[in-house]
């Protein structure tokens, strides 16, 4: 079976076949982040702008690279949930009219479970159930993973995401947008003992984020020090802050599998690109004997592949949508309420 995916949630319009949910056939990404980074992040109006012209090219381009049409095609799969509305609008009613035009099945994706399907890409003994830990710009997240469409959050971030706290503190350290993959690179020139980090101490659920508060320690910093006229060595701030980011997913991810009586645990989305986080929660699942799952650099941002092998096993699952689907700009997993 192939589906089309489309991805629109944020600055880069997607498409993508994906052949039972796990082999790609093509996958076509157009970045807006050039464009966004002359505001130091993303303006969602340009965002749903730059979609609107995109899509139709990039939809066009999927189809052609898998040589096929769309008449081809068993399903369109679309992200409708989370992210800017407005962007996520474009793909939405582009899905809607293309499956009302051609009468394939209409498949709505969770942007959050999607990340977690671009393991299926690459790694075909992946099976649920497993543990799921879901870090990007807008969400950090661990959930069971009970089957391919059944999530349960154990624990997810309070305020901000991992990659919102590596991006704010990249720009205030003078890295441009999208700051997550400077931070990386300066991390691994530093020295991250050169700083102690306030390490967040929550009550409640142990399995929570918090990432707000390491955010301001650091944008505080280093505004005082520009107020002293003093130099901070980003290398090293950069380094101690990617410590601190994957010490903490790795610690809670290990507990929570622990607890819950996981072997097997699958990292994704956007900061999953990150070396220290990759190399820290491999390590640790090294240690604990738990097979570990992460995807290639290049399926770890937005994309439209694990969207369509998402909508795979939602269509399998009789997940599908009519014309009467709409954006959400806010929206828990599968079966959860907000
Ligand atoms: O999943 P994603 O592409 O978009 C959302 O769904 O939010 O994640 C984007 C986030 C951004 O915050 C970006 O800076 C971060 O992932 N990111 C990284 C790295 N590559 C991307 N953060 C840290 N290190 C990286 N190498
Ligand atoms: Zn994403």
Do not use: W
């Not at 081809?72 to 035009?101: C, E, H, N, R, W």
Request: hydrophobic share 40%; glycine share 10%; net charge negative.
């Amino acid at each position: 079976m192939r589906i089309l995916g489309i991805e629109s949630s944020c600055d880069e319009t997607a498409a993508a076949i994906v052949e039972d949910g796990r082999r790609i056939l093509s996958n076509v990404i157009a970045s807006q982040a050039d464009e966004h980074k002359q505001y130091g992040g993303v303006v969602p109006e340009l965002a749903s702008r730059r979609h609107c012209e995109n899509i139709l090219p990039v939809v066009r381009k999927a189809l052609d690279d898998a040589g096929m049409t769309i008449g081809d095609v068993d399903g369109i799969a679309v992200t409708y949930a989370p992210g800017l509305i407005g962007a996520l609008l474009v793909g939405v009613s582009f899905a809607k009219g293309l499956a009302m035009m051609s009468g394939k099945p209409l498949i709505p994706v969770h942007h959050t479970e999607g990340h977690a399907a671009a393991n299926y890409l690459v790694h075909p003994d992946l099976k649920p159930p497993y543990l799921g830990i879901i870090v990007s710009g807008g969400h950090t997240r661990i959930a069971e993973i009970l089957d391919y469409t059944t999530f349960r959050t154990v624990g997810k971030t309070r305020d901000d995401a991992a990659g919102e706290c590596f991006d704010k503190c990249a720009r205030a350290m003078g890295f441009p947008y999208p700051g997550g993959v400077h931070v990386d690179q300066a991390a691994q020139r530093g020295d991250a003992s050169a700083f102690r980090l306030p390490r967040i101490k929550m009550e409640g659920n142990p399995y929570d984020f918090s990432f707000s508060g390491l955010k301001t320690y650091i944008v505080n910093l280093l505004h005082n020090a520009e107020q002293c006229h003093k130099t901070v060595n980003c290398d090293d701030l950069a380094a101690a802050l990617q410590k601190d980011i994957a010490e903490t997913v790795t610690a809670k991810t290990i507990a929570a599998a622990k607890e819950l009586g996981y072997r097997t645990i699958a990292l994704s989305g956007g900061v999953s690109a990150n070396s220290g986080v990759r190399s820290c929660l491999e390590a640790a699942c090294r240690e604990n004997g738990f097979a570990f799952y992460m995807p290639p650099v290049s399926l770890c941002g937005d994309n439209a592949a694990m969207i369509a092998a998402q909508g795979y096993y939602n269509y399998l699952a009789g997940i599908t949508a009519d014309e009467t689907l709409n954006a959400v700009a806010s929206k828990e997993l599968r079966g959860e309420s907000a």
